[in-house]
């Protein structure tokens, strides 16, 4: 008899019967998908809050990128400047954003840089595509741009705080 009993015990489980080990398995798996999902719902909630506090876009920025920001006067910043933080910390995440904010915050606080930006920006933007490669102009646009740039990292080097 319990030659019978070792061997039931030892044969497989009818087809569709599930054993303990099974059951655990599956409920182990179901937890963790729980978990991952109420974490993502605790991200979302707050983001949701955020965008709530700050504003939309900026509430979608992480709280590095945002931290840097908040000293700006009302208005200073643009929406496009949010929007090109935004795309940088999708690409280069939080840091890569934050480090990149040190430009938008050189803008927003020189008018005079914005207005150099703004002129060399529109200049760029007149140069299309049936304007030639060695034509003068490029080359007096690039060295404007390379200007605007020299001076924008002269003022950033300037009013960052030394590490």
Not at 10 to 26: F, I, N, R, S
Not at 60 to 68: A, H
Not at 80 to 101: C, H, K, R, T, Y
Not at 150 to 157: E, F, G, N, Q, T
């Amino acid at each position: 008899m319990d030659a019978r009993i070792a061997s039931l015990r030892k044969a497989p489980a009818p087809a569709g019967a599930e054993t303990d080990h099974d059951v655990a398995g599956t409920m182990d798996r179901l937890e963790r998908t729980l978990v991952a999902r109420e974490a993502e719902l605790q991200r979302q909630r707050t983001a949701v809050q955020r965008m709530r506090t700050r504003g939309s876009r900026m509430g979608l920025l992480s709280t590095i990128v945002t931290s840097r920001l908040e000293s700006l006067p009302e208005g200073s910043l643009r929406q496009a400047d949010l929007d090109s933080l935004l795309v940088m910390e999708q690409i280069f995440g939080p840091l890569g954003a934050a480090v990149n904010a040190a430009r938008v915050i050189a803008l927003a606080t020189h008018p005079g840089l914005r207005e150099e930006s703004d002129r060399v920006d529109a200049a760029e933007e007149a140069l299309d595509d049936t304007i030639a490669v060695d034509d003068p102009r490029v080359a007096q646009v690039a060295a404007e741009r390379h200007a605007f740039e020299l001076a924008l990292h002269a003022v950033i080097a300037r009013e960052s705080p030394a590490p």
